[in-house]
């Protein structure tokens, strides 16, 4: 397996489609005073997209981005890049960082350094990890999938090869989102591999059993059930489009920057602790590197394709079934919706379970300290 440097380089020409698709935006109307009730504030997306087209600047989002080490290897046909950032102390343990929709591996930037170099940020040396943070096929620069079947659990075997072509024999997971799926698939069917699980999210297609011989579900269960149920029916809207329709879905947003910027950023208004002011958490820049990596990089639809595409093997588990590595569970508060740990405990082996005092969804981005400070104290005593 070849394994290659990779600098990102957006050309020119298409930075320069992107601002004129901007300046021709055709508008919807607006009911007056609607503010967020029909969806997006359009006056809010005004103000963003002509931020995006008169201000904004990828070449200095390139520039922080080109100051990690990246790289592209083609594992079992499929076209994978990743950061591979070693660590600096005595003795770094693998871990590999995997992202969600709709992030991507800019998510992981500003907790990089946390575990790479802890020295340097107040903590101790001893806990450093060498972080590899690989984008999922169809996300960011790695190919996007030409075929049917690119699930969690394909994501998982190729990921089990990359890390077999940096040479590392065991490694750590953690993920959020889609990530907290591969990364679950990837501990379920390699546990020999794995030193332990650290997840910020529960995936949304697990199941534990619950058949005869099970426990009976206790009243926060049913509760966390019932509460699923009534999110996905007020904002699951997007996930059920993009699991039965991402086609149809991506010939709109393929073609319109501002279509793209506000299906996006909705998602971070709606899911980080923000209060519903997006910019209290996120800067316009912050914002905008997120949707200008899908725009540069043609991945929406390929993005969303894993909505349709892993519900066909969820991660349900049969009678015996478990995750039996270490898990280390850290519960952001404006995660939702997340189960109760009895829930999670039925299939996961769980060793820490931390409550956050503030965060939501985009927990690396949000609040990279709260979760680098959990990863650290997690695996310090599974290091050998």
């Given at each position: 397996?070849?394994?290659?440097?990779?600098?990102?380089?957006?050309?020119?020409?298409?930075?320069d489609?992107?601002?004129?698709?901007?300046?021709?935006?055709?508008?919807?109307?607006?009911?007056?005073?609607?503010?967020?009730?029909?969806?997006f504030?359009?006056?809010?997306?005004?103000?963003?997209?002509?931020y995006?087209?008169?201000?904004?600047?990828?070449?200095?989002?390139?520039?922080?981005?080109?100051?990690?080490?990246?790289?592209?290897?083609?594992?079992?046909?499929?076209?994978?890049?990743?950061?591979?950032?070693?660590?600096?102390?005595?003795?770094p343990?693998?871990?590999?960082?995997?992202?969600?929709?709709?992030?991507?591996?800019?998510?992981?930037?500003?907790?990089?350094?946390?575990?790479?170099?802890?020295?340097?940020?107040?903590?101790?040396?001893?806990?450093?990890?060498?972080?590899?943070?690989?984008?999922?096929?169809?996300?960011?620069?790695?190919?996007?999938?030409?075929?049917?079947?690119?699930?969690?659990?394909?994501?998982?075997?190729?990921?089990?090869?990359?890390?077999?072509?940096?040479?590392?024999?065991?490694?750590?997971?953690?993920?959020?989102?889609?990530?907290?799926?591969?990364?679950?698939?990837?501990?379920?069917?390699h546990?020999?591999?794995?030193?332990?699980?650290?997840?910020?999210?529960?995936?949304?297609?697990?199941?534990?059993?619950?058949?005869?011989?099970?426990?009976?579900?206790?009243?926060?269960?049913?509760?966390?059930?019932?509460?699923?149920?009534?999110?996905?029916?007020?904002?699951?809207?997007?996930?059920?489009?993009?699991?039965?329709?991402?086609?149809?879905?991506?010939?709109?947003?393929?073609?319109?920057?501002?279509?793209?910027?506000?299906?996006?950023?909705?998602?971070?208004?709606?899911?980080?602790?923000?209060?519903?002011?997006?910019?209290?958490?996120?800067?316009?820049?912050?914002?905008?590197?997120?949707?200008?990596?899908?725009?540069?990089?043609?991945?929406?639809?390929?993005?969303?394709?894993?909505?349709?595409?892993?519900?066909?093997r969820?991660?349900?588990?049969?009678?015996?079934?478990?995750?039996?590595?270490?898990?280390?569970?850290?519960?952001?508060?404006?995660?939702?919706?997340?189960?109760?740990?009895?829930?999670?405990?039925?299939?996961?082996?769980?060793?820490?379970?931390?409550?956050?005092?503030?965060?939501?969804?985009?927990?690396?981005?949000?609040e990279?300290?709260?979760?680098?400070?959990?990863?650290?104290?997690?695996?310090?005593?599974?290091?050998?």
């Amino acid at each position: 397996m070849s394994i290659e440097r990779f600098q990102v380089a957006v050309p020119e020409a298409v930075l320069d489609d992107l601002r004129q698709r901007l300046e021709r935006t055709r508008w919807p109307d607006e009911i007056p005073g609607a503010g967020w009730d029909y969806g997006f504030n359009l006056g809010y997306l005004q103000e963003l997209t002509d931020y995006w087209r008169t201000r904004f600047d990828w070449r200095a989002q390139e520039r922080r981005i080109n100051s990690f080490p990246h790289f592209r290897a083609t594992v079992d046909g499929a076209g994978i890049h990743f950061i591979h950032a070693r660590g600096l102390g005595p003795d770094p343990a693998p871990l590999v960082l995997t992202h969600g929709w709709p992030g991507s591996f800019l998510e992981m930037l500003d907790i990089l350094p946390l575990l790479t170099d802890p020295a340097a940020h107040g903590a101790d040396a001893t806990d450093s990890f060498d972080v590899i943070v690989p984008s999922i096929p169809g996300f960011g620069f790695s190919d996007r999938p030409a075929a049917p079947g690119m699930d969690t659990f394909r994501v998982a075997d190729l990921w089990l090869g990359l890390m077999d072509a940096l040479g590392y024999r065991r490694f750590g997971l953690q993920g959020g989102d889609f990530g907290a799926n591969v990364s679950s698939r990837l501990a379920f069917l390699h546990p020999e591999r794995v030193i332990g699980l650290h997840l910020n999210y529960i995936p949304g297609s697990y199941r534990p059993y619950l058949g005869p011989g099970s426990p009976p579900l206790t009243p926060a269960e049913q509760k966390s059930l019932q509460d699923d149920d009534a999110w996905y029916d007020a904002d699951g809207a997007y996930a059920h489009v993009q699991r039965t329709r991402p086609q149809t879905l991506a010939v709109a947003i393929h073609d319109s920057p501002a279509g793209l910027c506000a299906w996006l950023v909705e998602k971070y208004r709606e899911w980080a602790d923000c209060g519903g002011e997006v910019e209290r958490r996120f800067s316009k820049d912050e914002l905008l590197a997120h949707v200008t990596l899908y725009w540069v990089t043609e991945t929406f639809h390929a993005s969303t394709r894993l909505y349709l595409e892993s519900p066909k093997r969820p991660l349900h588990f049969g009678p015996g079934e478990r995750i039996t590595v270490p898990v280390g569970i850290a519960r952001f508060p404006l995660e939702a919706p997340f189960p109760p740990r009895e829930w999670v405990e039925r299939a996961y082996n769980i060793v820490r379970w931390t409550e956050m005092p503030r965060g939501g969804h985009f927990a690396a981005l949000e609040e990279p300290q709260l979760l680098a400070e959990d990863i650290r104290a997690f695996f310090r005593p599974l290091r050998q």
